[in-house]
């Protein structure tokens, strides 16, 4: 038998012992994940997205003794109609203990503001004596929908005055824009770093609401600025409300009966919960900085806005660690300060989110002896959510 005849034989073994499962979208008709209030009337769905979180293993690492029972490779490659932010692991210059993407299609959104951030080196609050250096990452971007500038422009084509024209046409923009704010990360790992991890959700909290509240000063003083300059050519300028960009954020390495998840959803702690989330002094740990309090961190992430699957991976260990949170921010001020000097007569009218649509979990039988295999080519599932804007 011919190597290209051997081949051929070995993948058709392969996908009759692997064949490609199609996972399909369950609309949710009861208790759907949203942000809309109560009694909320007359709200405008602007767009459906659809979210994927995946965490995605190396190829390279399919073979360690943690999978005994995976026997080949399937890579995962990339689509050229997706542009994307990725921090690459490394080792030399920074530990980066893991590589982190967020991918978005090219034609429905661009690119506004992106922060990458190493955990162990935010200024906010940085590991202490009894917390490990972790080497995790993260990263906030902020994606704006792509419109169509020739409507746009077609809307205010009858303005001879083109100076007046060009400002109305930005003002319109400004105030019809809407975008995303997406964070993607791998906090730290160990079951027993309770407080490591609610020190990085502190400090990605405050990553992502600086970069939100620097967009929505910068639109505010652009749009004051337009408004300002209509007004020098028109006698009066009809202000509107600007759209705040909701948020949605991805992988948090804690399970559904964790304490930090409860915190994370706005569920009340026990004290005995509080308790577990105390640091426990570990051998071997670099000193670095000073100690902020379990009860400070607690407060401090409560002032931020917050029935899961029973596995989202499946090899040795079993469980659900991988998450899409939306959150419910429409009331929340990040800086008090800045509302007065930068927003003047201007408001940012709320935004909220739907989930309509989750993709399936594949049934266990389908996973077993464990992931990855041909079928799933990583030990965790890919979780995807079909999602409504409203405004």
Request: charged residues 25%; contains cysteine.
């Amino acid at each position: 038998m011919g190597k290209k005849q051997k081949q051929q034989q070995k993948q058709k073994q392969q996908i009759e012992e692997y064949p490609l499962h199609e996972r399909n979208f369950i609309t949710l008709t009861k208790n759907a994940p949203t942000t809309v209030p109560d009694n909320s009337n007359n709200l405008n769905k602007y767009q459906t997205i659809n979210v994927m979180t995946y965490n995605i293993l190396a190829q390279c690492l399919i073979h360690r003794e943690l999978y005994p029972y995976c026997k080949e490779k399937n890579t995962l490659k990339l689509s050229y109609r997706y542009d994307y932010k990725y921090i690459k692991k490394q080792i030399k210059e920074k530990v980066y203990q893991h590589g982190i993407c967020i991918l978005w299609k090219k034609e429905k959104f661009s690119e506004i503001q992106y922060n990458g951030f190493l955990f162990d080196e935010s200024p906010l609050v940085t590991p202490t004596e009894i917390t490990p250096i972790t080497g995790n990452t993260g990263q906030v971007l902020a994606l704006k929908f792509n419109v169509n500038e020739e409507d746009i422009k077609k809307k205010f084509s009858n303005i001879e005055n083109e100076k007046l024209r060009n400002l109305k046409i930005e003002q319109y923009k400004l105030e019809n824009e809407m975008g995303i704010i997406i964070s993607n990360h791998h906090l730290y790992w160990k079951p027993n770093a309770k407080y490591e991890k609610l020190r990085q959700i502190y400090v990605l909290l405050n990553n992502i609401y600086s970069l939100k509240n620097k967009i929505e000063i910068e639109k505010s003083i652009n749009y004051n600025s337009v408004c300002e300059e209509i007004n020098k050519i028109e006698s009066a300028v009809e202000r509107k409300h600007l759209n705040k960009w909701p948020v949605l954020m991805c992988d948090f390495n804690t399970t559904p009966d964790q304490a930090l998840y409860k915190l994370i959803t706005e569920h009340k702690l026990t004290e005995s919960e509080c308790q577990d989330l105390e640091p426990i002094i570990e051998n071997d740990v670099k000193v670095t900085s000073d100690l902020l309090s379990t009860t400070y961190l607690i407060e401090k992430i409560k002032e931020f806005p917050i029935g899961e699957p029973t596995y989202t991976t499946y090899c040795t260990w079993k469980g659900t660690l991988d998450y899409v949170f939306l959150m419910d921010d429409n009331k929340f001020k990040y800086n008090d300060k800045n509302i007065s000097e930068n927003f003047k007569d201007i408001s940012f009218q709320p935004t909220y989110l739907t989930v309509r649509k989750n993709l399936n979990i594949p049934n266990s039988n389908l996973l077993e002896p464990g992931l990855p295999n041909l079928s799933y080519p990583s030990d965790h599932i890919c979780l995807m959510n079909e999602i409504d804007i409203f405004h």
